[in-house]
Structure formats: structure tokens, C-alpha cells
């Protein structure tokens, strides 16, 4: 690709994800099909191993369905377990486990090896961003921004920004996702923020009504689709989302809000007790062809 090519944001960024799992696959898919640089980092060696040969598929589905630009030049994939290789990242999203320690751990030592200025996006589901801020060397550089899965193929992203974010980091943040080509909502901070607050509580109530046995996922399903227009029904969007991370999720929001209606139903419990956690395992509330 000669230089007149290359765009000048695709000259200047390096967009640093932090996890290789669903959610940190699909969103360096979305950023390298956009022709931007991307180092992914993980602990997990061999989760790096299945995100090279994943991200390549996303950036395949992604074009087939005309999702991704199909004449953009995709730049190398690298993948790293050493957090400083982000040094010279001009953005970074963290994307690892829904577990607030885990993620407060993560964004203060990534705050130490990034320059003063250089927005930290957390992609968490519900932790209240400021929560998470505290953590930083530089609050004002925190941001979040929820990502829908698979990121590549859904345009709208949920962007908060906690009381401590600076303009310049929101500022900087939403020019990037418009080079991504996402449509940002800015809403505020607090657990779940817009998107989770709602679903969340309609998935386990979901679980729910199928545990006392006045419904099948199936018609659960079949009843939001039909009748209020749903693409999928809620027990299909949480076997994508991952049941695991449902659970996760529900437990940020019961414990920051104290309302007994996210405590996870004793069926999401069991389910993600036997390791049925939704697509990645090929079963949830539904089965999936490996």
C-alpha cells in the first residue's frame, strides 16, 4: 500500500486491545478492517493463538456481509502477553473478564505505560466507569464504551462517559469510532449505564419464566420477536453474549444497586455451573453445530 493510500488517521493510530477473548477479537476485527494497527494483548498465550486465526474469519464475515470495507488494506495482527508493548498505543480499549478486580488491575498498570492524555476505553458490561477510573493513573482519561457483539457487525455503540473524563479523551475516543464507522450514543454513567440496566434484568426475568415452567426458550423467544419486534429474543441474545458473562454482569448490577431483580435465577446459575455457557460451547438455552 504506498503512502497517498494511507489514510492520515490510519498513519497516526495504534489501537492497543486488552484481551483476546470474544469481545477483544471481535473489536481488533473491527479496527483492522478499518485498515488501523492493532496489538493485542492477553496473559493467555494460547487464547492468542486462537485470536490470530479467529480475527481473520471476523474480517472475512464482515465483508461477505458488507459490514467492512472490502478494499482497505488490512494491517498485521500483533499479539503479544507483554502489557508493554502498548507503550505507544494512541487508544486503548480494555476488553478482559467482567470482574472488577481484574479490570481495576489491568487499567492501573496500563495507565503507567501509555503517555499522559491517551484514552483508556473500558468495554466493560455494568462496572460504573468512575468506579473503574479510580483505578487509573489519569481518571480523566477513562472512558467506556460498550461495544455490541460482534462489534464488526453492529454499528451502535454505547459510549459513557464517567464524571471525571475529560472532553479531550471523549473528544478523541468518538473520532475514532467514526473512523470505525460506529454511531456513538453518549449517555452517562452508573451500573449497566443504558443498554444493561434494561437487558439484563429482561434476560434473567427471561430464565426465570422458563425455570417455573411457564415457557420454552423457544417461545420466550418466539413472543419478542413477533410481538415487539425483537431480531432475536432475549435467551438467543444471551446465549450470544455468553451466559457466563450474564452472570457476571448481573452480579455488578444486583451488587451495586441492591435490587434483588438482578440476583442471577437459579437456572442461569446451573447452567453456567455445567459449563453451557451459549455459542462459544455450543450450548446455552440452545444447541450449536460445532
Do not use: W
Request: proline share 6%; with cysteine.
Amino acid at each position: 500500500m504506498s503512502e497517498e493510500d494511507v489514510t492520515e488517521g490510519q498513519q497516526t493510530d495504534l489501537l492497543a486491545v486488552l484481551g483476546a477473548g470474544v469481545m477483544g477479537v471481535g473489536i481488533s476485527a473491527l479496527a483492522l478492517g478499518h485498515g488501523i494497527p492493532v496489538v493485542l494483548v492477553d496473559v493467555d498465550a494460547a487464547a492468542l493463538e486462537r485470536a490470530a486465526e479467529a480475527v481473520p474469519q471476523r474480517i472475512r464475515q464482515g465483508r461477505l456481509l458488507g459490514k467492512l470495507p472490502r478494499d482497505t488494506t488490512v494491517p498485521p495482527l500483533v499479539t503479544t502477553t507483554s502489557l508493554e508493548e502498548v507503550s505507544g498505543a494512541t487508544l486503548v480499549v480494555e476488553a478482559v473478564v467482567e470482574l472488577p478486580a481484574v479490570k481495576a488491575k489491568v487499567l492501573g498498570e496500563v495507565s503507567e505505560l501509555i503517555a499522559p492524555g491517551t484514552p483508556v476505553v473500558t468495554n466493560t458490561s455494568g462496572i460504573p466507569v468512575d468506579e473503574l477510573a479510580g483505578h487509573s493513573a489519569r481518571p480523566a482519561d477513562v472512558l467506556g464504551a460498550h461495544f455490541m457483539n460482534p462489534p464488526y457487525l453492529i454499528r451502535t455503540v454505547e459510549v459513557i462517559r464517567g464524571p471525571r473524563t475529560s472532553e479531550a479523551a471523549l473528544g478523541r475516543a468518538l473520532e475514532l469510532l467514526t473512523a470505525l464507522d460506529r454511531e456513538s450514543v453518549v449517555v452517562g454513567d452508573g451500573p449497566g449505564f443504558v443498554i444493561n440496566r434494561i437487558l439484563q434484568r429482561m434476560i434473567n426475568e427471561s430464565a426465570r419464566i422458563v425455570q417455573e415452567g411457564i415457557s420454552s426458550p423457544a417461545d420466550v423467544d418466539s413472543l419478542f420477536r413477533g410481538c415487539l419486534g425483537h431480531a432475536t429474543g432475549p435467551l438467543a441474545t444471551a446465549d450470544l453474549i455468553g451466559l457466563d458473562n450474564v452472570v457476571d454482569s448481573l452480579r455488578v448490577l444486583h451488587d451495586r444497586t441492591g435490587d434483588v431483580g438482578y440476583a442471577p435465577c437459579d437456572l442461569l446459575l446451573s447452567k453456567v455451573d455445567a459449563g453451557d455457557f451459549g455459542r462459544k460451547t455450543g450450548r446455552g438455552f440452545y444447541s450449536y453445530p460445532s
